[in-house]
């Protein structure tokens, strides 16, 4: 009758967010910051895509819970103490402009 919930194992929003060094205080910041965008009831993102360019992460991403659906290209600070997006027009917009990034 009464069951205890079974939790999920803990998913990361992308490989490249498992290979950051979790004994680097900076780059735990960015893996803590990162999962807090793209996990637990309401995730803020979805990822479509993600690239490591001059120690950075640059990652493409769907808005979630807004209507109509957004994208951005998301710049997220090696430090792991804030991020900053461009507007895409739509899906491919943003692969491509992730795409782009050298």
């Not at 205080?25 to 479509?48: V, Y």
């Not at 950075?56 to 991020?83: C, H």
Request: proline share 5%; charged share 25%; net charge positive.
């Amino acid at each position: 009758m009464n069951q205890i919930a079974r939790s999920n194992p803990r998913k990361e929003a992308h490989p490249l967010v498992a290979m950051l060094d979790e004994t680097d205080e900076d780059q735990r910041r960015l893996r803590d910051l990162i999962h807090r965008f793209h996990s637990g009831r309401w995730p803020l993102f979805r990822c479509l895509g993600m690239r490591k360019v001059n120690g950075s992460i640059v990652e493409a991403v769907e808005w979630l819970r807004t209507s109509p659906p957004r994208y951005s290209v998301i710049y997220w600070q090696a430090d792991g103490l804030g991020l900053s997006w461009v507007k895409a027009r739509g899906r491919r917009h943003a692969t491509a402009m992730l795409s782009a990034q050298t």
